[in-house]
């Protein structure tokens, strides 16, 4: 049975390349195809999370941004996609002019939680099957926008290429993370590490994996995402590459993640 209380994960790493939104994308999917109810915040001004889930840019007449300045809620604003059970903010390049439309603002780190929590409170109203899980794909850079995922989140998710330098930026990111939990969110915690892009086949990778579990512990998920051309092709078709090729490798590995996460969920509300 699903989790009936809504979980706001926010998927961020520092590093850019490293598969924050291709996780959001599959993620949200995979954990929709087992029965979650879940909403993907696309908070990234490029958009590609909105246009991985096939929401064209001329049909994106409600964004984040709107939600963030006040113009809009994320009830209002979410868009169905060709998911059952998925839906997403979707976002553009107005994103850009957050920091100046907000400037002035004293609460412009908590705009993103404000509405999280006025959608909550809207749960289970109007007929609408209650959310149990919120993604908020991040930009790769500690701004403004990623204040409000991490100041909205219950927790993060961080993906880590199984490439060179992986882990650049990884302990910088941890002290984020700890400097967020001791100002303005006493409640986050990282729920996992995902390895992306892993080749079983090299070295290399293996290396780089081992060296992710050595810093992180059991953070690390025993799923890993293996480096797979239907996965990098998927977005290009504004499908998540469940729909685009389920029987992938790529597919398969992020239904498991998504069952793993469920998993170490059940936990940390049994604990």
Not at 37 to 47: E, K, R, Y
Not at 99 to 104: F, I, Q
């Given at each position: 049975m699903p989790i009936q209380s809504v979980r706001v994960l926010?998927?961020?790493?520092?590093?850019g390349g490293v598969g924050k939104?291709?996780?959001?994308?599959?993620?949200?999917?995979?954990?929709?195809?087992?029965?979650?109810?879940?909403?993907?915040?696309?908070?990234?001004?490029?958009?590609?999370?909105s246009t991985g889930l096939g929401i064209a840019p001329e049909t994106r007449h409600v964004t984040t941004f709107d939600v963030l300045t006040g113009q809009a809620t994320l009830a209002s604003a979410g868009m169905a996609t060709s998911v059952p059970g998925l839906s997403i903010v979707p976002s553009n390049s107005d994103l850009v002019g957050t920091?100046?439309?907000?400037?002035?603002d004293g609460n412009r780190s908590f705009?993103?939680?404000?509405?999280?929590?006025a959608l909550v409170a809207t749960q289970g109203k109007g007929g609408a099957l209650p959310l149990t899980y919120v993604l908020i794909d991040c930009p790769p850079s500690l701004n403004l926008l990623t204040l409000n995922a991490l100041a909205a989140a219950d927790a993060v998710l961080?993906?880590?290429q199984c490439e060179f330098f992986a882990l650049e930026g990884i302990s910088q990111l941890k002290d984020t993370i700890d400097q967020i939990r001791a100002t303005i969110n006493p409640r986050l915690e990282i729920q996992g590490v995902v390895l992306t892009m892993h080749d079983a086949r090299t070295t290399f990778s293996k290396e780089v994996a081992q060296n992710v579990r050595a810093f992180f512990g059991p953070k690390v998920y025993d799923t890993m995402i293996p480096r797979n051309?239907?996965?990098a092709e998927a977005p290009s078709h504004?499908?998540?590459?469940?729909?685009?090729?389920?029987?992938?490798?790529?597919?398969?590995?992020?239904?498991?993640l998504a069952t793993e996460i469920i998993e170490r969920e059940r936990h940390i509300k049994a604990a």
């Open positions: 926010a998927i961020t790493n520092q590093k939104t291709t996780t959001a994308i599959n993620l949200g999917t995979a954990l929709a195809a087992i029965g979650e109810q879940v909403l993907v915040v696309d908070l990234d001004p490029q958009g590609n999370a920091d100046a439309a907000l400037s002035t705009r993103l939680r404000d509405a999280v929590a961080v993906p880590v051309v239907r996965v504004g499908k998540p590459i469940l729909l685009y090729d389920y029987d992938s490798a790529g597919s398969q590995a992020y239904v498991k």
